[in-house]
């Protein structure tokens, strides 16, 4: 049952991201939203993997540094996402630097 919600949400997920891209491709808010459903997919199925790798430690391992990493850049691709959405807003110096830092 887990696995046939996991197909479903990302699926959703995917469908959705490649709408928005596909109304308008060139647009950067439609790329970066589909960065977000993709990392958002790849976060949730580390995520599944880590909680059902029981018997491979070492995939269990390296799915939760992939979860880790995914939910990161989910956090920084929205970021970018609220600069450009709903109305494009120029981005400050300081705040160039803190996401190149971070």
């Not at 950067?28 to 790798?53: D, G, R």
């Not at 990493?69 to 160039?96: D, N, Q, T």
Request: aromatic letters at 12%; proline letters at 2%.
């Amino acid at each position: 049952m887990d696995l046939l919600i996991l197909i479903l949400t990302c699926a959703v997920n995917l469908i959705l991201g490649l709408l928005v891209l596909m109304r308008d491709p060139r647009k950067s808010y439609s790329q970066l939203f589909m960065i977000i459903t993709v990392l958002t997919s790849t976060w949730i199925v580390t995520n599944y993997i880590t909680n059902h790798a029981i018997h491979d430690l070492g995939l269990a391992g390296i799915a939760n540094n992939l979860a880790f990493a995914s939910g990161y850049a989910v956090v920084l691709s929205a970021l970018m996402f609220s600069y450009v959405f709903p109305v494009r807003r120029k981005i400050a110096s300081f705040e160039k630097w803190f996401l190149i830092l971070s």
